[in-house]
């Protein structure tokens, strides 16, 4: 299943830049640039901005954990787990 359109809990796979082949979790985005959190280097509360043609869409979802951010909880040690789950269940 390939993913075509961004939506808040989705992972997404930088593929430029210094942070190339990080994970984050989508929480938003700003027209064509994407709102990117990996719960370590860059905070649910300090999102990266990352345009949308620079990373790649994974068919992974994590939107009860996008939901919680959005109400203004503090879940970063959440996405950071969720995030090794889905780099873990990559690599097998």
Known sequence: ?????PEPG?????ISGRDAGRL?????????????SDGKYRSCFAPKKKNVKHVRLLPVFFR???AKV????D??????AALK????????
């Open 1 to 5: 299943m390939k993913v075509k359109t």
């Open 10 to 14: 989705g992972v997404a796979e930088s």
């Open 24 to 36: 984050y979790i989508i929480l938003g985005a700003e027209g064509e640039r994407l709102l990117l």
């Open 64 to 66: 009860e954990t996008a």
């Open 70 to 73: 959005a109400e203004g909880k």
């Open 75 to 80: 879940e970063n040690s959440e996405i950071r």
């Open 85 to 92: 789950e889905t780099a873990q269940s990559s690599k097998k």
